[in-house]
């Protein structure tokens, strides 16, 4: 009995100590982000704040904070200490206001795979500077007497041979995204240097969503060797260029051109970063969005259907090896509702980060300097004022009225960072549909499976087996 009793204490002592030791360790961060007059929120562990809950159960955990606390909220994911705004007003606030200390807040893994010239990594002059520069490479004039035709030419090869095959969209649509911007930044065409350069870009932007631990075998180690083998190709192609003084009527020749514009005032360094920013961001929202417009069509028989209507609408009157042009594009007013429908219901981007400069007020609350702040846009897609049904895949609500210039549209950012690759992704992912559409007939395999939450992707490939229309 007496045994029994002792065991019996030692055990109370046991869990009292752990309930202890847990409710500090608990309390550690709420102590150490201590201030006065911060929003509502739990901080969570020391180190991982609460970046499990956020990773793990994604837009249900933000839910869930918000009907505890409201639309504004701290946490500590990823690293940092960080305001979470659902708040629409708010969120647009944020973006248009980037000149009063709300600068982009990437991860560091990012910044440093990406470039200290990278566009997300710079504000006032220099993000300027950078951002004249880019446009002026892929502003609709440009995509109309230039781009569009070099898209054009590279998915008619791209979409060849793919009937009666088992294919992973997933990896098609991602070599399609990346090999195409090779092709309308430098003219690389599919080869084996551009074979290697897509090895480095791959393991690149791996690199870019880790936690910066720079040990052997971490994804973030191999992505600063893959981003250092890219700047040494990328710093060969601008070589041989200047040498051969043969002009290629691309990206790249513009921005070598001198021609006293704000672009050839940029150093090489500047051009690479300014090159590497063109391709990854353009990369897996292009992709992403390509594969999932596949698959919502095959959902939705009669949303493809109409799509198909649109598009041998266009090939009719055309010689098989014809092209689209500038016209056919702007006539795809179909095409486009896809588009932003798929961006909309699959929430291809879920929100922006920012940090703030200095300590600064929001909605009553402080926003210390340096934290983050999560302008989480994902809920706006699915308000059921805007988007009636907002759950079904509907694109014809993008014919009715004019959806996507609301205030409340933020699909591609807003404010000063509103993303400048805009017409550019559009034009792309309609061209992929075109061929697409118009060339093949495609079915499910079964057995696929996407995650919507951190990003949209198929873990194991989104396989399909393809035939001849
Ligand atoms: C469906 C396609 C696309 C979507 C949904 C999309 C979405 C976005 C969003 C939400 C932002 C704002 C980021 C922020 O505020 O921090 C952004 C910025 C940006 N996007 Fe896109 N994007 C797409 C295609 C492209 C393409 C094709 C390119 C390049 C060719 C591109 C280049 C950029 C750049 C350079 C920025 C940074 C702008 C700045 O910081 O000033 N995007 N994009």
Same mark, same amino acid.
């Given at each position: 009995?007496?045994?029994?009793?002792?065991?019996?204490?030692?055990?109370?002592?046991?869990?009292?100590?752990?309930?202890?030791?847990?409710?500090?360790?608990?309390?550690?961060?709420?102590?150490?982000?201590?201030?006065?007059?911060?929003?509502?929120?739990?901080?969570?562990?020391?180190?991982?704040?609460?970046?499990?809950?956020?990773?793990?159960?994604?837009?249900?955990?933000?839910?869930?904070?918000?009907?505890?606390?409201?639309?504004?909220?701290?946490?500590?994911?990823?690293?940092?200490?960080?305001?979470?705004?659902?708040?629409?007003?708010?969120?647009?606030?944020?973006?248009?206001?980037?000149?009063?200390?709300?600068?982009?807040?990437?991860?560091?893994s990012m910044l440093d795979i990406l470039g200290?010239?990278n566009?997300?990594?710079?504000?006032?002059?220099?993000?300027?500077?950078?951002?004249?520069?880019?446009?002026?490479?892929?502003?609709?004039?440009?995509?109309?007497?230039?781009?569009?035709?070099?898209?054009?030419?590279?998915?008619?090869?791209?979409?060849?041979?793919?009937?009666?095959?088992? &294919?992973?969209?997933?990896?098609?649509?991602?070599?399609?995204?990346?090999?195409?911007?090779?092709?309308?930044?430098?003219?690389?065409?599919?080869?084996?240097?551009?074979?290697?350069?897509?090895?480095?870009?791959?393991k690149l932007v791996?690199g870019t969503?880790s936690?910066p631990?720079?040990?052997?075998?971490?994804?973030y180690?191999?992505g600063l060797?893959a981003r250092?083998?890219?700047?040494?190709?990328?710093?060969?192609?601008?070589?041989?260029?200047?040498?051969?003084?043969?002009?290629?009527?691309?990206?790249?020749?513009?921005?070598?051109?001198?021609?006293?514009?704000?672009?050839?005032?940029?150093?090489?360094?500047?051009? &690479?970063?300014?090159?590497i920013?063109?391709?990854y961001?353009? #990369?897996?929202?292009?992709?992403?969005?390509?594969?999932?417009?596949?698959?919502?069509?095959?959902?939705?028989?009669?949303?493809?259907?109409?799509?198909?209507?649109?598009?041998?609408?266009?090939?009719?009157?055309?010689?098989?090896?014809?092209?689209?042009?500038?016209?056919?594009?702007?006539?795809?007013?179909?095409?486009?509702?896809? &588009?932003?429908?798929?961006?909309?219901?699959?929430?291809?981007?879920?929100?922006?980060?920012?940090?703030?400069?200095?300590?600064?007020?929001?909605?009553?609350?402080?926003?210390?300097?340096?934290?983050?702040?999560?302008?989480?846009?994902?809920?706006?897609? #699915?308000?059921?004022?805007?988007?009636?049904?907002?759950?079904?895949?509907?694109?014809?609500?993008?014919?009715?009225?004019?959806?996507?210039?609301?205030?409340?549209?933020?699909?591609?950012?807003?404010?000063?960072?509103?993303?400048?690759?805009?017409?550019?992704?559009?034009?792309?992912?309609?061209?992929?549909?075109?061929?697409?559409?118009?060339?093949?007939?495609?079915?499910?395999?079964?057995?696929?499976?996407?995650?919507?939450?951190?990003?949209?992707?198929?873990?194991?490939?989104?396989?399909?087996?393809?035939?001849?229309?």
């Amino acid at each position: 009995m007496v045994v029994f009793g002792g065991v019996l204490l030692l055990i109370l002592g046991l869990v009292f100590s752990f309930l202890v030791i847990s409710s500090a360790v608990l309390r550690w961060n709420e102590l150490r982000y201590r201030k006065k007059g911060l929003p509502p929120g739990t901080m969570g562990w020391p180190l991982f704040g609460e970046t499990t809950e956020f990773l793990k159960q994604g837009p249900n955990f933000l839910k869930n904070q918000r009907a505890r606390y409201g639309s504004l909220f701290k946490s500590h994911i990823l690293g940092c200490p960080t305001v979470v705004s659902m708040d629409p007003e708010l969120n647009r606030f944020i973006l248009m206001n980037e000149g009063k200390g709300l600068v982009p807040g990437y991860p560091q893994s990012m910044l440093d795979i990406l470039g200290k010239c990278n566009i997300a990594a710079v504000d006032g002059p220099l993000h300027k500077t950078m951002r004249g520069a880019m446009l002026g490479l892929i502003n609709p004039p440009m995509i109309r007497d230039h781009l569009l035709h070099k898209i054009d030419q590279f998915m008619r090869s791209h979409l060849t041979d793919w009937s009666n095959k088992i &294919i992973d969209i997933q990896q098609k649509t991602k070599e399609m995204a990346l090999l195409s911007a090779l092709k309308q930044i430098a003219s690389i065409e599919t080869g084996s240097f551009a074979e290697s350069l897509k090895i480095e870009i791959f393991k690149l932007v791996v690199g870019t969503l880790s936690l910066p631990i720079n040990l052997p075998g971490t994804n973030y180690r191999r992505g600063l060797q893959a981003r250092k083998k890219a700047v040494g190709m990328l710093r060969d192609l601008i070589q041989q260029r200047r040498e051969s003084n043969c002009s290629q009527n691309d990206m790249l020749d513009c921005l070598l051109k001198n021609d006293g514009s704000t672009r050839s005032m940029l150093s090489d360094d500047q051009i &690479i970063d300014l090159i590497i920013a063109l391709v990854y961001s353009g #990369y897996e929202t292009v992709s992403t969005t390509s594969m999932m417009a596949v698959k919502y069509l095959l959902d939705h028989p009669k949303a493809l259907e109409e799509l198909r209507k649109e598009h041998f609408g266009i090939r009719n009157g055309k010689a098989s090896e014809e092209g689209i042009g500038w016209n056919d594009y702007k006539s795809m007013r179909f095409t486009r509702a896809v &588009i932003l429908e798929t961006l909309r219901v699959a929430a291809v981007v879920n929100g922006v980060l920012r940090k703030t400069t200095h300590d600064m007020e929001m909605k009553g609350f402080l926003i210390p300097k340096g934290w983050r702040i999560y302008v989480y846009t994902r809920e706006i897609n #699915y308000d059921q004022y805007l988007y009636p049904e907002p759950a079904t895949f509907n694109p014809w609500r993008w014919l009715d009225k004019n959806l996507d210039s609301h205030p409340y549209f933020l699909l591609f950012g807003g404010g000063s960072r509103l993303c400048p690759g805009k017409e550019l992704g559009i034009a792309e992912i309609a061209t992929f549909l075109h061929y697409f559409v118009t060339r093949y007939r495609w079915e499910d395999v079964g057995g696929n499976h996407i995650v919507k939450f951190p990003r949209v992707e198929a873990p194991n490939g989104l396989r399909i087996r393809v035939f001849d229309y």
